[in-house]
């Protein structure tokens, strides 16, 4: 887990004060790790750590809080009347833009549960590594300072194709942690009018052109309305290379696409790199299904790099 800087500067914007409540410390059996947080603003909350009672309590004291920064512990047993039977202790910080504004350029965030605390020697050296050999820490509390890295996106997906199996996957993985995707399609009237954060936006009226402009180990899925347009993205994708490519479509069309492709210069080995048809047909043929099917290619790559037609994703 790491502290998602991007979503809370986002929910600032939308709704002013907002408090994060994150998991600062574990103690014996517990729904959520160190590091789960969630949101918290008047009328609302995103993100979870954990569910059931003590997400409740955690989340209604939160809208309550005045001072900018308060540390709990809480028993999940005697307390909460939940199973699990450990203890957590939990860091709630309340933010305003201000305050986010003063954190953009951090890559590890340290902060005291209580007034006074002054920074533990660990918790300077955690904070030198990470500045000078980029060597990022786990979330953890040291000596009452809690030390979180800021998530950074290690992931590039590219989607091109705004229709509705690409609104599908945008919905299913823009909350996925560390993947950055960058949606693309011919105009943008092809988008929906809210974009989840982490993803970003690129009409274009000739799409290949932007081929040049992804990363070498980024993932694709190519998902436009036309076959034509498919075929060309197909083309440039394997000429400018990539980590894994998914294609929308049936065997046949695959079949005619590795023939053209073959026709167009590429060879055998380098056409069998591209995927199609992608997800599993097993689920069936709705977007959200399709969608679905291919999360689980991207979150679970197959593991035999021989097999046949695997996932593109591994």
Known sequence: MAFDLIGLRAAVARHGRVSRV???ATHGSTPREVGAAMLVWEGGQSGTIGGGKLEY???RLAR???????LSRHALGPEMGQCCGGAVEVLSEIYDAADVEALADQTVIARAGAPGCA???AVKRLMTRARAQGIMPEPQMIGGWLVEPVARPTRALWIWGAGHVGRALVQVLAPVPGLHITWVDTGADRF???IPEGVSVLPAQDPARLIGHA?????HLVLTYSHALDLELCYGLLAHGFASAGLIGSATKWARFRKRLAGL???PD?????????GKPELGKHPQMIAIGVAAEILNPAPDEGTKNKSSFA
């Open 215 to 219: 990363p070498r180990e980024a993932d």
């Open 64 to 70: 309550r809080q005045t001072a900018p920064r308060r």
């Open 22 to 24: 994150v998991i600062a």
């Open 119 to 121: 920074m533990p020697l």
């Open 57 to 59: 309590e955690l989340a």
């Open 270 to 278: 380098q056409i069998a790199r591209i995927t199609c048809p992608i």
């Open 265 to 267: 210069g590429h060879v």
């Open 192 to 194: 929906p009018e809210d």
